[in-house]
């Protein structure tokens, strides 16, 4: 627990989830795109790292949680990617959202080097990751999984070694597929209450505690009524999510009706510049269909 731990992508998310392992104790190097977006967290303490490389150079494990695929494979193959700064016995682990090809890929890339690599997408948005309760889906060998728990653990709430490198990406994709359904399901929900009259502020109350109950009616129901559409997790990143979910599928020759539905929603938002915010927007999107949006 005194190894030196690199983080790379300070974004929503990240930002909390570097900030624990500080907390805890641990000398933290970080690399984001945008220093500006570090400036609290090297206030706190924290070196910065001009390029991926110098983070590896500098640390025994490198966490990464950035925002597309194309951000993956630049932040560890590219130009001062971090296999550039790359030592035997290091260990990785991309906590991006991204195609389990693409991390299984970068492994076998690390492992030349005598590197090991761990795929651990999350799940909980910006309020799991600020209150450390984020859960985590990581694919890896056990030994690089057991070294990587007691960071894990510091993360977040619910870790589970799903099984080999690209088996934490393909149990995110099934959290996407759920996601999308239940954020379609609750979006219709409040337009229909609101269509048919009622306190839909009591009408979320009262279903949340029956059959319907779940975390999107506790958490995101309450912002669209506040007509807080702020990302905890944006639009923009969730089509990405959608469509590896689509192209895996695809892939296994799976028919995914719903996801490919609501990801055509999703894109509609995007379309009509509301891509950075967060996936409540979609209510906006059936407010539309409905002729229900504000003139």
Request: glycine share 12%.
């Amino acid at each position: 627990m005194e190894k030196k731990i690199g983080f790379i992508g300070l974004g929503v998310m990240g930002k909390s989830m570097a900030g624990h392992l500080m907390t805890a104790g641990h000398e933290l190097y970080v690399y984001s795109r945008t220093k500006a977006k570090c400036g609290d967290i090297i206030e706190k303490g924290a070196h910065w790292c001009d390029t991926p490389k110098a983070v590896a150079e500098n640390t025994d494990i490198v966490f990464t949680i950035v925002g597309f695929p194309k951000d993956v494979e630049e932040v560890y193959l590219g130009e001062n990617g971090l296999i550039e700064g790359t030592r035997e016995g290091m260990i990785f682990c991309d906590m991006t959202t991204t195609k389990p090809s693409l991390d299984i890929q970068i492994g076998k890339e690390l492992s030349k080097k005598g590197a090991s690599m761990c795929d651990a997408p999350v799940s909980g948005g910006d309020s799991g990751a600020r209150n450390a309760t984020l859960s985590i889906m990581a694919g890896a060998d056990k030994a690089t999984f057991d070294a990587l728990l007691p960071y894990f653990n510091i993360m977040g709430k619910s870790i589970t070694h799903m099984g080999e490198l690209g088996a934490g990406q393909h149990t995110k994709m099934a959290n996407q597929i759920v996601i999308a359904g239940t954020m379609c399901g609750v979006s219709e929900a409040l337009v229909y209450g609101a269509r048919a009259g009622l306190d839909t502020e009591k009408m979320v109350q009262t279903i949340s505690k029956g059959a319907a109950g779940c975390w999107t009616l506790d958490n995101l129901a309450p912002r669209v009524l506040r007509d807080d559409l702020a990302p905890g997790f944006m639009v923009d990143h969730f089509i990405k999510d959608m469509g590896i979910a689509l192209e895996e599928a695809e892939k296994m020759e799976l028919v995914l009706p719903s996801l490919a539905l609501t990801k055509q929603l999703y894109l509609s938002l995007k379309a009509n510049g509301m891509g950075r915010n967060g996936t409540q927007a979609l209510v906006k999107a059936i407010e539309q269909l409905s002729g229900m949006e504000e003139k």
